[in-house]
């Protein structure tokens, strides 16, 4: 079941403020993130496409060159530049909202939907895309089972809870949009 923000991000012209897309890899930002969009009538951006865009290099190298610290900063500048472009739908990393900075920027700034899916679901839509650093060589349900038990806590901060399942994604834009009503 949803859960409704504190404060409303609709105004008479349109909304006031990003709304960005938080939760684990695979539960579907990117997808949900752009049929919201299109509900909405706002842009769509997804934070991962823009940081690969201006370190000029896959997310995988940056990792591979910088380590998952290097990855998290420029991860944050890059969320910090699109939200300061004023409203969209943003889908970020699984990781970003783990990250204090960034975290508190979105908050303070954007209204955060927590999408949120079963372990199953997730290492099924995971197994479908080879391009996940966190995962090269390992046990995706290990590796998925670690990452939410110590990011939950952090996703639990969004304004907006909704969860995801084997069904259709439109299923999961509608709850957040009946969330936002």
């Given amino acids: 079941m949803a859960s409704r923000p504190d404060t409303a991000s ?23 993130g752009k049929l919201l969009a299109g509900k909405l009538g706002l842009a769509f951006v997804d934070s991962d496409e823009e940081i690969e865009k201006a370190a000029g290099m896959p997310i995988s190298e940056i990792f591979d060159r910088f380590g998952e610290e290097g990855f998290r900063d420029g ?7 699109l939200i ?8 970020t990393g699984g990781g970003a909202f783990i990250n204090d900075e960034t975290r508190q920027l979105i908050k303070v700034q954007c209204l955060a939907v927590w999408i949120d899916a079963d372990i199953d679901v997730l290492v099924e839509r995971v197994s479908r895309r080879s391009n996940r650093p966190l995962l090269v060589g390992k ?15 952090f996703y639990e901060q969004a304004d907006i809870h909704v969860r995801s399942d084997s069904g259709p994604h439109a299923r999961t834009v509608n709850q957040i949009l009946e969330a936002l009503a």
């Fill in 84 to 91: 300061a472009e004023g409203p969209k739908v943003i889908a």
């Fill in 75 to 81: 991860e944050r500048r890059v969320i910090a530049r």
């Fill in 139 to 153: 046990d995706p349900r290990t590796v998925l089972s670690e990452l939410m038990a110590k990011r939950v806590p």
């Fill in 10 to 32: 609709v105004t008479n012209d349109g909304f006031d403020r990003s709304i960005v897309l938080v939760g684990m890899m695979g539960v579907g930002k990117s997808t949900i």
